[in-house]
């Protein structure tokens, strides 16, 4: 009888001893792996080598707010160009940005070009690299750095990354995998050290797979700079 009590427990060990360790939830793999599912799978995202959109902005600057419709063409970590305009204008006079391994360039109303001041590039390359971080699969690349962070204020997990290419950044993720919050600090564009950053990511918008955050906000040092609405969304190889 004492040898028949045995063979259950027995085969529960043996269960136990063959089954896969249990993986933390809070595990940076973890948290990545179910951040690129949230936003559309591995073979999505990497079809998404170039991002484009449109939509309408805001930028805070002070008591001031400047009312944008902003067109936007990234390559993360090679170049972007954006176009924008204020919404209260009629006729619309529209001022161009680009950035690409050369350099930067700044394309006025009047179409006079000009070379995008260094300290201007600086933070601009830096904020652009954002986008880079967002489309997860790079954080897999080799030379990235991935570490745990106990969680925010809200509970959400969080990675501490470190890549070469882009400012290091907190990202923190939401009970769906998606992410919610990224921090970082980048160079201030007018040369004058550094500014803190917070983006804020929600809704979603959806294209050849990849599911986007359709609204982003940034804050400055703690006060809003910047919000994006996005209406019109596209990836490209």
């Known amino acids: ?12 060990l043996a269960a136990c ?3 896969p360790p249990r993986r933390d939830a809070a595990d940076p793999e973890v948290l990545l792996e179910r951040a690129i599912a949230a936003a559309g799978g591995e073979r999505a995202l990497d079809r998404a080598r170039s991002l484009s959109w449109e939509g309408e902005a805001e930028v805070h600057a002070g008591t001031t707010t400047i009312p944008l419709r902003v ?12 176009t924008s305009w204020r919404r209260d204008e009629t006729p619309p006079r529209p001022r ?6 050369t350099g930067g360039e700044l394309v006025l109303p009047d179409g006079t070009r000009r ?6 590039l600086r933070h601009e390359r830096a904020q652009f690299a954002v986008y880079g971080l967002m489309r997860l699969l790079p954080l897999r690349e080799a030379g990235v750095r991935r570490a745990p962070l106990p969680p925010d204020a809200q509970g959400r ?5 470190e890549h070469p290419l882009a400012p290091p950044a907190d990202l923190y993720f939401a009970p769906d995998g998606r992410l919610a919050v990224l921090t970082n600090r980048v160079p201030a564009a007018d040369g004058n050290g550094e500014v803190t950053q917070r983006f804020l990511f929600d809704g979603t918008v959806e294209a050849a797979g990849v599911r986007w955050p ?3 906000r940034i804050e400055h040092d703690g006060a809003p700079y910047f919000e994006l609405r996005i209406e019109r969304f596209e990836v490209s190889p």
Request: hydrophobic share 50%; net charge positive.
């Open 115 to 120: 070379p995008m001041p260094e300290p201007m």
């Open 96 to 101: 161009q940005m680009r950035i690409d391994a």
């Open 17 to 19: 001893a063959g089954a």
């Open 157 to 161: 997990p969080g990675i501490r990354v």
């Open 1 to 12: 009888m004492r040898l028949l009590a045995l063979v259950p427990i027995l085969a529960i």
């Open 71 to 82: 067109r936007t063409r990234v390559r993360p970590f090679a170049s972007a160009y954006s």
């Open 214 to 216: 359709r609204r982003l």
